[in-house]
């Protein structure tokens, strides 16, 4: 069995470990990112799943990542949610930190909602909500290198032009308005971490044409244009990039950051899954 072959088996083992667990075919897929899982606590979830029981899925080892499947019908469209993310930083390759959004696609979602914490660059400030409108992959690496042309990518290369929809971007930014939430529109620069950048790499990543800085989100994306899903990206910045803390510094004061803006984010969340089922349903 060729590396290729064993991958899309091992998404077709996760596949068809979770479809006679749901009663619905998820049509939104929804990514939580450091400190920001809380959210799926509170909706009322039809079916929950450890990642640590679905075959081929990565563990979450990072704080602030609680490594479930969430499936719920009750907020709009029918969504599956992954409370926290694998890493390349973890020692996953793109492809298994991936695998995950290959999983969703399978199981029916169309349309791809990814959260992160970040870190504020040039005028954005920490505390903002960033609407991602494009990124800057800068891991040095790629999830489709290699990949199985069966599961990803059918021609080969992938059109990352206008990666975050136009469309959800819209939507995205009038939810925000009738929630009564500021929203920035950036881009973000996407590193492997897990070291947090110098001053020296925040100016630079400034001067590329970033306004936030993360160690994820990038990979899924590429994923998903493969895959023909709809993405949309928010990210919580929740420190200043290149900069000493003066409160409680590295990831502890990230998740506490991002837990602090809970109510803001799922005001925000809401209105966008809202909007998306009502979007779906016409």
């Given at each position: 069995m060729t590396d290729?072959?064993?991958?899309?088996?091992?998404?077709?083992?996760?596949?068809?470990?979770l479809r006679p667990k749901l009663p619905f075919a998820?049509?939104?897929?929804?990514?939580l990112g450091s400190g920001l899982g809380g959210y799926a606590e509170r909706l009322p979830a039809t079916v929950v799943a450890p990642y640590a029981d679905i075959p081929g899925?990565?563990?979450?080892a990072v704080e602030g990542h609680a490594g479930r499947l969430v499936l719920t019908d009750r907020c709009g469209p029918r969504v599956a949610i992954l409370q926290g993310r694998a890493h390349r930083y973890e020692g996953h390759s793109l492809e298994v930190v991936?695998?995950?959004?290959?999983?969703?696609?399978?199981?029916?979602?169309?349309?791809?909602?990814?959260t992160c914490a970040a870190g504020a660059l040039g005028m954005a400030q920490p505390g903002e909500l960033l609407l991602i409108e494009d990124h800057l992959n800068l891991m040095g690496d790629n999830p489709l290198i290699g990949a199985d042309r069966g599961g990803v990518g059918r021609a080969g290369f992938v059109e990352m032009a206008g990666a975050y929809d136009p469309r959800l971007l819209t939507l995205a930014e009038d939810a925000a308005r009738a929630s009564a939430v500021p929203l920035r529109r950036g881009v973000l620069a996407c590193l492997t971490g897990p070291s947090y950048?110098?001053?020296?790499?925040?100016?630079?990543?400034?001067?590329?044409?970033?306004?936030?800085?993360?160690m994820s989100v990038a990979p899924e994306v590429i994923v998903a244009r493969a895959l023909g899903l709809r993405v949309l990206g928010l990210a919580v910045l929740t420190n200043r990039a290149g900069a000493r803390a003066e409160g409680p510094?590295?990831?502890?004061?990230?998740v506490a950051i991002a837990h602090g803006r809970a109510a803001q984010v799922g005001a925000l969340l809401d209105e966008v899954l809202r909007r998306l089922g009502r979007s779906s349903g016409s």
């Amino acid at each position: 069995m060729t590396d290729d072959a064993f991958r899309s088996a091992v998404v077709e083992k996760a596949v068809e470990y979770l479809r006679p667990k749901l009663p619905f075919a998820p049509e939104v897929g929804l990514i939580l990112g450091s400190g920001l899982g809380g959210y799926a606590e509170r909706l009322p979830a039809t079916v929950v799943a450890p990642y640590a029981d679905i075959p081929g899925f990565p563990p979450c080892a990072v704080e602030g990542h609680a490594g479930r499947l969430v499936l719920t019908d009750r907020c709009g469209p029918r969504v599956a949610i992954l409370q926290g993310r694998a890493h390349r930083y973890e020692g996953h390759s793109l492809e298994v930190v991936t695998r995950p959004v290959r999983v969703l696609a399978a199981l029916g979602v169309r349309t791809l909602v990814v959260t992160c914490a970040a870190g504020a660059l040039g005028m954005a400030q920490p505390g903002e909500l960033l609407l991602i409108e494009d990124h800057l992959n800068l891991m040095g690496d790629n999830p489709l290198i290699g990949a199985d042309r069966g599961g990803v990518g059918r021609a080969g290369f992938v059109e990352m032009a206008g990666a975050y929809d136009p469309r959800l971007l819209t939507l995205a930014e009038d939810a925000a308005r009738a929630s009564a939430v500021p929203l920035r529109r950036g881009v973000l620069a996407c590193l492997t971490g897990p070291s947090y950048e110098t001053a020296a790499e925040a100016a630079m990543l400034a001067r590329l044409g970033a306004q936030a800085v993360s160690m994820s989100v990038a990979p899924e994306v590429i994923v998903a244009r493969a895959l023909g899903l709809r993405v949309l990206g928010l990210a919580v910045l929740t420190n200043r990039a290149g900069a000493r803390a003066e409160g409680p510094g590295g990831h502890l004061g990230v998740v506490a950051i991002a837990h602090g803006r809970a109510a803001q984010v799922g005001a925000l969340l809401d209105e966008v899954l809202r909007r998306l089922g009502r979007s779906s349903g016409s």
